[in-house]
């Protein structure tokens, strides 16, 4: 690999432990305001805690400040929104952009197994085409239809087909044998949080990922729709770079309930209904 995306890969990855904290804060690209992302000044707080954020362009350009030292990795595909086929995305933001809004990092969502597979693989060898002209890594998303199952054999095939295509990094769910996912996967693997769980579970759920061979997170919604956001992200930074169990990291997230910064609104209680289906 070049300079520029060793450089730009430790911008996601911490060189220190090579691993990383990814706070996505995308869904409303297809999810519209999500609970927890309905006013972004909500996740502003959590932003110095995480190593890259998860994020379109028009979130970033009207809610992020410019002076961020948190890494940046761009989600350049979309098209359909919640009410639509979901695997009929395309490519919505150039490699221009990404370099102009000096992204460490794009990524784009495959959907292995659903109506325009074929279509949403092609979109990603075009995108890491493209990116390899400009060292800029590509994170592809293993995004998964209403019809298929979240196990090993379904998401190794899906993770391991982003490897192959030439995906830098992959993220994907976390399963039963989730070893095996990172098995085959010849590339760095981080997890989505999927949808909100209680977060001690949550945070068993990343320890469990990170001994499996998972090389970090990108997670959204067990973060900033917790009661306690603050105390979520510095609980799963606590797993992801010091190795801390679920059990120290929920003393920890229980420690910081209540200090400033990132507590969630009251209308920010109930999970939406649309996202029980992501
Ligand atoms: C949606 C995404 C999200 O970034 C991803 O699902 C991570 O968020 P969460 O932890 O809420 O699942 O790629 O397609």
Redesign the pocket.
């Known amino acids: 690999m070049d300079f520029g995306i060793k450089n730009r890969l430790s911008k996601i990855f911490s060189p220190k432990t090579g691993r990383t904290v990814m706070l996505?804060v995308?869904?409303g690209y297809f999810q519209g305001p999500t609970t927890g992302l309905r006013d972004m000044k909500n996740i502003i707080p959590l932003v110095p805690q995480a190593d890259c954020l998860?994020v379109t362009r028009g979130i970033l350009r009207t809610s992020i400040d410019p002076a961020t030292k948190t890494s940046i990795c761009l989600r350049v595909s979309g098209g359909p929104s919640i009410l639509g086929e979901l695997s009929n995305e395309d490519i919505t933001t150039s490699m221009e952009e990404a370099l102009r809004l000096n992204a460490s990092g794009v990524g784009m969502?495959i959907f292995v197994g659903a109506k325009n597979e074929d279509r949403t693989i092609s979109n990603l060898g075009r995108l890491i085409n493209e990116a390899q002209r400009y060292g800029m890594p590509v994170l592809a998303?293993t995004?998964v239809g209403k019809e298929m199952a979240r196990d090993a054999r379904y998401l190794g095939l899906a993770c391991r087909m982003a490897a192959e295509i030439g995906a830098n990094i992959v993220?994907t769910y976390y399963c039963e044998d989730f070893h095996k996912v990172a098995e085959g996967c010849p590339v760095p693997i981080v997890i989505?949080?999927?949808k909100k769980l209680p977060e001690m579970e949550a945070l068993q759920m990343t320890e469990d990922a990170i001994r499996a061979g998972a090389r970090g997170v990108?997670?959204?919604?067990?973060i900033f729709q917790s009661d306690s956001p603050a105390g979520m992200i510095k609980a799963v930074r606590a797993i992801v770079h010091k190795g801390a169990t679920a059990r120290e990291a929920f003393d920890l997230y229980h420690a910081s309930k209540g200090e400033s910064g990132g507590k969630r609104s009251s209308s920010a209680e109930a999970v939406d209904e649309s996202m029980e289906k992501?």
């Open positions: 996505a995308d869904h998860f969502s998303i995004a993220k989505a949080g999927g990108d997670m959204g919604r067990n992501v």
